[in-house]
């Protein structure tokens, strides 16, 4: 009896364990923000540098180059923000419909609100992958996300 209830008790705080590691782990898997910004849709990230007017004032311009986005070959991310000061830039890349790991490169500051940094997407079997690359600012009115949607593979 009393090793049956040491058992149940183990149990009990390993899953207590795993709950408080994955809080504590999950804003480094998930996007944080404070306020979210939403791109035109229509923008084509494959095509052309993306661009969304910030709350509160203030421009967010993402880029990619060489254009289309290429898979599993390195390639380079700018991101232009005017009107806000910001101490800190990420891109959060993400498959819409598949899991594709952590990818989320830290950008470097150029100055002058430019940001730049290096990108590679795993491939995917499938051929065409629909992906969201979030934008993480850190600005002194807290953080904020803006989430750009592509497709690569397929004429993407």
Known sequence: MKKKLLIDLIGLLLIALIVVVGYK???LLLPQADL???PDPGCDL???ACAVEL???GRAELLAAPLPIPMVKPFTVR???SGLRVSAVEVDFAGI???MGLNRPQLVAEG???FVGEATLPVCIS????WQATVLLTTERGRMALPYRFTTGGGG
């Open 36 to 38: 979210v910004a939403h």
């Open 79 to 81: 991101v232009r923000v």
């Open 112 to 114: 002058d609100g430019r």
């Open 46 to 48: 494959q095509r052309q």
């Open 97 to 99: 419909d598949m899991n």
């Open 25 to 27: 782990l999950s804003p």
């Open 55 to 57: 709350p509160g004032g």
């Open 127 to 130: 051929g065409q992958m629909d």
